[in-house]
C-alpha cells in the first residue's frame, strides 16, 4: 500500500479498502465505463437523506441520527459527528468536481469560485 494513498484515506476519513473502491470507481468513470448514479458505498458513512426544502434543520438532524445509529451498538457524539463531517467533506468534493468549489481536504477547505 503506497503511502500517499494511506494518507489519502485518512484524510477522507474512510478505510484503505473503502478508499481503493471510491478511486477505482471514480477512474472507471473518467475512463467512460458505464456505471449506475446511483451506486454508493454499502456502508452507513453513506446513507444519505433526501433533500426537502420545507424541512427543518431540526428535522434533518433528528432523521440522520435514526439512520445512522445502529440497533445492535452504541455510537457516540464524537462518532456521529465524524459522521457528518464526512457527509461534508463528500458533498464538498462532489461540488468542487461540479466546478463549484475550488479546494480539497488536503488544501485545508473549499471556497467558492468566482
Keep these: 500500500m503506497p503511502d500517499e494513498w494511506a494518507e489519502a484515506a485518512d484524510e477522507m476519513g474512510v478505510t484503505y479498502s473503502e478508499y481503493v473502491r471510491r ?3 471514480a477512474g472507471r468513470r473518467q ?3 458505464d456505471y449506475e448514479p446511483e451506486e454508493v458505498p454499502s456502508d452507513v458513512k453513506s446513507l444519505k437523506l433526501e433533500e ?5 434543520d431540526t428535522d434533518v438532524v433528528r432523521e440522520f441520527i435514526l439512520r ?3 440497533t445492535d ?25 461540479e466546478g463549484k468549489l475550488d479546494g480539497s481536504v488536503s488544501k485545508g477547505g473549499w471556497k467558492v469560485k468566482k
Design 31 to 33: 475512463m467512460g465505463y
Design 52 to 56: 426537502d426544502p420545507k424541512r427543518a
Design 73 to 97: 451498538e452504541y455510537l457516540g457524539v464524537d462518532d456521529l459527528v465524524e459522521l457528518v463531517k464526512q457527509d461534508i467533506a463528500e458533498t464538498a468534493e462532489q461540488l468542487e468536481a
Design 23 to 25: 478511486m477505482t470507481r
Design 68 to 70: 445512522n445509529l445502529s
